[in-house]
T-cell receptor, first 111, second 115 residues
Framework: SQQGEEDPQALSIQEGENATMNCSYK?????LQWYRQNSGRGLVHLIL?????REKHSGRLRVTLDTSKKSSSLLITASRAADTASYFC???????????FGSGTKLNVKP | NAGVTQTPKFQVLKTGQSMTLQCAQD?????MSWYRQDPGMGLRLIHY???????DQGEVPNGYNVSRSTTEDFPLRLLSAAPSQTSVYFC??????????????FGPGTRLTVL
């Protein structure tokens, strides 16, 4: 499989704490994307980082990318109960016209 | 804009039945794709299309057919349903998947159960 792997598979934290999840991938990429999925819903795009970028911020989200290690991390700062969801990384493969998703990190933020 | 729409939301089939899952987008996106998501797992690509008249296989294409006669619509057909096809199916679209800044928009999903 060309899917990435996220780690940890599950994460439980208190509101206000930071949450870090990691993604490793196998193929060459031109970008890496993070998506969120609330229970029973479709996926929502969070942030995209290009292969020539090392770090990107969007609100409380911080993404890093290390192409030499084929890995990325997503940091959510000052988490809220509303951040409870599953988080997936996605990378383009083939001629960049196929997207491969990791197995996801299930985040539970306790109020 | 309605974005990406999928019908039906829920469906129960018996083994051997056929059906079509509908997907439509109103964003004039060239790229559309179908994924399945099994419990506790990520999304696996079934088929995708880079434009009207052009389709190709993803990771798990067996048992499914697609066609793309218009830019807006990308139906997924189950030829002879099997219990292994019980899953949640998501349709997605994007403007230009080869672009380093392109992102995907997802539909709400179709929950399919095959008995």
């Amino acid at each position: 499989s060309q899917q990435g792997e996220e780690d940890p598979q599950a994460l439980s934290i208190q509101e206000g704490e930071n949450a870090t999840m990691n993604c490793s991938y196998k193929t060459s990429i031109n970008n890496l994307q993070w998506y969120r999925q609330n229970s029973g819903r479709g996926l929502v795009h969070l942030i995209l980082i290009r292969s020539n970028e090392r770090e990107k911020h969007s609100g409380r989200l911080r993404v890093t990318l290390d192409t030499s290690k084929k890995s990325s991390s997503l940091l959510i700062t000052a988490s809220r109960a509303a951040d409870t969801a599953s988080y997936f990384c996605a990378t383009p493969g083939g001629n960049f016209n196929k997207f491969y998703f990791g197995s996801g990190t299930k985040l539970n933020v306790k109020p | 804009n309605a974005g990406v729409t999928q019908t039906p939301k829920f469906q129960v089939l018996k083994t051997g039945q056929s059906m079509t899952l509908q997907c439509a987008q109103d964003m004039n996106h060239e790229y559309m794709s179908w994924y399945r998501q099994d419990p506790g797992m990520g999304l696996r690509l079934i088929h995708y299309s880079v434009g009207a008249g052009i389709t190709d296989q993803g990771e798990v294409p067996n048992g499914y057919n697609v066609s793309r006669s218009t830019t807006e619509d990308f139906p997924l057909r189950l030829l002879s349903a099997a219990p292994s096809q019980t899953s949640v199916y998501f349709c997605a679209s994007s403007y230009s998947p080869g672009s380093p800044t392109d992102t995907q928009y997802f539909g709400p999903g179709t929950r399919l159960t095959v008995l």
